[in-house]
């Protein structure tokens, strides 16, 4: 049995019908074609679906459909304005911190939680701040560097 749920997700609202057990990663790829949150391990581990709710991070993977009712969910789409890409996108990709892009929209919006409450994060501060997002090609140096960049 379906439940209408209604949610903010990019300042865009939804009105949506979902099973129970419907997960948030799976609403947003499936139902609402945003695509740049990827479903990856399914489990919590990887962090490859990590979105914004209420301005904290969260796997989505790990969050039912229902829980995001009345909610505000960021994804990497909505990062994106009219003027151009956000700067910790932009930062990602002078500084070369983009390669599969895999692990990039959980790492960015991981990030973003971290500067919107610590604008000048020092190194320590941000690799616990991407903690819990994987990335197998980069080894995290130009992750770090990137976001280094964004916060000046």
Known sequence: MKQLIRLTVNEREYEVAVEAN????????????????????????????????????????????VQAGGRTVQTIEGLETAGGLHPLQQAFIEKGAIQCGFCSSGMILSAKELLDGTPHPDEPEIRRAISGNLCRCTGYQKIIEAIKEAAR
């Open 22 to 65: 419907t997960t948030l990663v799976d609403l947003l790829r499936y139902q609402l074609g945003l695509t740049g949150t990827k479903k990856g391990c399914d489990l919590g581990d990887c962090g490859a679906c990590t979105v914004l709710m209420d301005g904290k991070a969260v796997n989505s993977c790990l969050v039912l459909a």
